[in-house]
């Protein structure tokens, strides 16, 4: 059952539907991303199933390098990389942020003294997880040859509000649409987490959980 209503994060129009008496889930598409809200304490991110392969063959051979660098390089500088991000305060809880050619803003729902104009911080943080490992799916489907179909996923990250408290929990639910077999799938996902820079933190230190589904039949859970 959907009820319409006004999205706790954009302050959008938007819908909820009833999983069950005890959790309503909140879904909003927003250019072509699907973001889901759940109860308090919980922060989810999903990204929409669709064609993953369509690469220009510039791009392919592109990955391929970036990627192959990355398994055979010996060169300890290139190894050290690093990334930056550049923040200025607006006005109430609302700031700019400049990431090299790109600016967007952090905001938070007006419960929380914000106003609406932008994700919140924990928003982007398993954003940023969730995108991160499926670029890995997408990289290494792409240099090893493994067809895929469509790919899509969702994260959802558990955390105690508890003051010095943090994450305690993130689930991953990765979708895949392949005529691989299983365990060409399974490799997949072992080597798409051991490529990604932001599951290998987090794994140091909050429970991580992959559940693995291929053609919609549930192939693996916490593949760590």
């Known amino acids: 059952m959907l009820r319409s209503g006004s999205c706790p994060l954009f302050g959008i129009p938007c819908y909820s539907s009833n999983r069950s008496a005890k959790l309503s889930v909140i879904r909003v598409l927003i250019t072509g991303q699907l973001f889901e809200f759940l109860p308090e304490g919980i922060w989810c991110y999903s990204i929409s199933p669709g064609p993953v392969m369509k690469i220009s063959q510039v791009r392919k051979e592109l990955i391929k390098e970036h990627l192959l660098k990355r398994r055979e390089s010996k060169d300890t500088a290139y190894l050290q990389g ?5 923040l200025t305060y607006e006005e109430d809880v609302r700031h700019k942020i400049k990431a090299k050619d790109f600016t967007f ?13 932008g994700p919140n911080p924990l928003s982007f943080f398993i954003t940023g997880a969730l995108s991160c490992l499926m670029n890995q799916y997408v990289r290494l489907a792409t240099v090893d040859d493994i067809d895929i179909e469509e790919l899509s996923g969702s994260v959802r990250g558990h955390f105690d509000r508890r003051i010095k408290g943090g994450f305690t929990r993130m689930i991953y639910d990765i979708k895949i649409k392949s005529t691989e077999n299983k365990e060409r799938i399974l490799d997949l996902a072992k080597n798409a987490e051991d490529y990604c820079y932001v599951h290998n933190t987090l794994t140091k230190a909050v429970m991580m959980e992959t559940n693995l589904y291929l053609n919609e039949e549930l192939i693996s859970m916490n593949l760590l």
């Open 82 to 86: 690093a990334t930056r991000i550049d």
């Open 105 to 117: 803003y952090v905001d938070e729902s007006e419960a929380a003294g914000g106003t609406n104009r």
